[in-house]
């Protein structure tokens, strides 16, 4: 048995294991996860974003302050 054939039969193993296997993307968890919107402009962002950003983001879109934008935030 050569090299081409293990590699083949490796191939059909690991196939048959990750049959039932769907996509890895992450998209839909992140849109899942975007539960801070800014009030302004319906923005989203992902829960996970920290006052900074938002701070800026409500400055330089709207020059408003972060409790404009994003009340219960900071």
Known sequence: MGNGAKAAQKRERNAAKGEN?????????????????????????????????????AQNKHSKTLAECFPGQG
Not at 40 to 54: E, G, I
């Open 21 to 57: 296997k769907g996509p890895t993307s992450r998209t839909k968890v992140n849109e899942a996860a975007k539960n801070i919107v800014c009030q302004t402009c319906r923005q989203t962002f992902l829960l996970t974003t920290r006052a900074p950003a938002l701070e800026e983001h």
